[in-house]
C-alpha cells in the first residue's frame, strides 16, 4: 500500500533499562534531552505538495492558476516524515564519531580517550549516560561538550533552541 516503505526505528525499552542499570553500577547520571520540533531539522526528500493554508495569500501564475507549497522540510503528519527525522538524527550521530549498537539502532557511544558517554534517541527525545568520572575519566567534560554541541547545530534561524537538555533526571 501507500504506507509500505514508511518506517523509522524506535529505541527499545531494554535499551532504556540497560542504560539505567549502567548508570548505577557505574555511578553515573543520567541526562534528558529534547528537540523542538525534531522533524524540522530533516530535509524533505520526496516530491510532497499541499495547498496552502487557510489564512495564508495564495498566489497564482502568470495564468492564473492557484500554485500550492512545496515543503523543504519534513511536517509532522507526512507519511515519511518519521524516516526523514530518524536519518537524519542517525547521520548526525554517526558524524560526531558515536558508534551505533548492533543491537538497537538508536543506542549510541561516543569515547574519546577515557572518557564516554551513551545516548538513546526515542523520537525527539534522548537520554544521555555519563559514568562517574572514577571510571571514565573525562566523561562530564565530554557530555558538556556534546550538549553544547547539540545547542549550536540545532538553533533555529529565528535564535530559537532547537534543542534543550533537561538536567539530570533524579
Partial sequence: GEYADVSAHV????????????CVELE???YS??????????????????RVPEGIMCK?????????????KALY??????GLWDSCADCYFVDLGFTR??????????RRGTAMVNIVVCTDDTSTLVPAEKYYPGSQELHEWLQARLIKDFEREDGSAGFTNKGPLK
Fill in 101 to 110: 549498537s548492533n543491537s538497537d539502532p538508536r543506542s549510541y557511544t561516543l
Fill in 60 to 72: 497564482y501564475t502568470a495564468q492564473g492558476i492557484a500554485m500550492v507549497l512545496r515543503p523543504a
Fill in 33 to 50: 534531552g529534547d528537540w523542538t520540533q525534531a522533524y524540522l531539522n530533516a530535509i524533505n526528500t520526496s516530491e510532497q505538495y499541499m
Fill in 28 to 30: 553515573g547520571k543520567l
Fill in 77 to 82: 503528519g507526512g507519511k515519511g516524515s518519521a
Fill in 11 to 22: 529505541a527499545q525499552l531494554a535499551s532504556r533499562k540497560f542504560q539505567v542499570g549502567v
